[in-house]
């Protein structure tokens, strides 16, 4: 009897352990909050920012044009003014306008800036229509007061931020001088507790054949940034390979619709291919950025 007795009581011990600890992982689990914030539009132009909140941290994701610096700013302010980890997919001013304003702003701190560039003379040769920009960011990078604070990672180099896990798929890709700008898109994949994203920046078809090639077994993944503002950019393959539940959408309302000003779905644009991909795979949830600021759980 007193041998059943002390093994009832063990029994009981190991389940009320086991009990405890999951309670214990709920409870940490539930205070492991994440924002994820698609920055709205602030002019007629495409653009793209997000900026993601962690428990701790705060990590901005390129940011938009010049004119959407005030907007990232007041984002930057409500998280307490610093940028602990500012990632930036490709050298547009589309996507980084916004930094070059917002780093001269002595009251916002900057930490750490991950960014996979080419040399200055790759952009003279091979984008020379956007060589201001690039000459102007690449000599921001090049300070003194910033240079220290600047990484150029490394393919599939590991992060640990707060409570995400973050890992590099992608970086330049020098090689590829068609839609030379757009494919050297830095790609990254933000792991949470709960959730996982991918950010493709302006990934075109030839960097979409990298990534099948290369890290198809990383691919997979509830959310993704859809590739060069949803048209035109990453193929139907890449994102079949993803298999996304969730889309962000980093676009206006005129290339959302495909609208150059003469109606539905009679610009040039690829939008509503894209669209169709997406229904196609069942998406669950499409936030776009013509709906202005949108924040969600991640």
Known sequence: M???RNIKRTALGIISI????LLIMTIINNTQTVQLTQLKMNSGRQMMGYIIKTNNKVIVIDG?????????????????GKVDYWFMTHLHDDHLGAFTEIVKDENVEISNIY???????WYRVNEPSRFDFSEELLNILNDEKIRN?????????KLTIDNIKVEILGIR??????NPGNEQS??????????SMIVLGDTGVKSSEKLLNNQKEKLDCDIVQMAHHGQNGATRELYQAISPKICMWPTPEWLWNNDPGTGYNTGIWKTIETRSWMEELNVQN???EKDGDITIEI
Request: proline share 3%; glycine share 4%; charged share 30%.
């Open 2 to 4: 007193d041998k059943n």
């Open 18 to 21: 086991i009990i405890i600890a």
């Open 64 to 80: 938009g044009t010049k004119d959407d610096a005030e907007n990232l700013k007041l984002h930057i302010n409500k998280y307490g």
């Open 115 to 121: 960014a996979s560039l080419n040399d200055k003379e």
């Open 149 to 157: 604070k600047v990484h150029s990672p490394n393919l599939n180099e």
């Open 173 to 178: 890709n020098p090689e590829i001088v068609e």
């Open 186 to 195: 830095m790609v990254i994949r933000f792991d949470t507790y709960k959730s």
């Open 286 to 288: 499409n936030y776009v």
